[in-house]
């Protein structure tokens, strides 16, 4: 009786998702379970919702997705989109890795040495912003 309203099975399986709340860092980037994922530069200190499934993490900005990537395995791994990197923005020019350097050699010339190693071993130089900045508030403790 009800055969000819059945519609067929989506091609794809429904697969569960994990919500979390995250926000976008000077460096353009989320951090979800220890692992940062890029978003468009524009969305800087702006709070993303985050879906997290076994295979993907998608990004998303007031109902809409804005970025997704394959979810990275372990811990400490990046996966950034070029596009979402800033060609040239205002905001993004008074973060320069000179600049992050000569804050750390304010600390100390082996601070300054740290730092600007942690920035030569990034693929771009915004993505170890973060830990470098860390190190510098260390130095206020």
């Known amino acids: 009786m009800e055969r000819p309203a059945l519609k067929p099975l989506p091609p794809h399986r429904y697969e ?9 860092n000077i460096d353009y980037h989320v951090e979800v379970d220890r692992n940062l994922y890029s978003a468009p530069y524009q969305l800087v200190h702006q709070e993303v919702d985050v879906r997290l499934t ?3 993490v998608e990004i998303l900005h007031k109902g809409h997705r804005v970025a997704s990537h394959a979810r990275q395995l372990g811990r400490g791994r990046c996966s950034t989109n070029p596009e979402h990197r ?9 973060w320069t890795p ?6 750390a050699e304010g600390t100390g010339a082996a601070t300054g040495s ?8 990034k693929p771009h130089p915004e993505q170890g912003y973060r830990t470098c900045l860390g190190v510098l508030r260390l130095g206020n403790r």
């Open 54 to 56: 076994s295979r993907m």
């Open 114 to 121: 740290l730092v600007s190693r942690i920035l030569e071993s």
């Open 16 to 24: 569960m998702g994990e919500w979390k709340k995250a926000r976008v």
């Open 98 to 103: 000179s600049r992050i350097v000569n804050w």
């Open 86 to 94: 800033p060609a040239s923005h205002a905001k993004h020019l008074e």
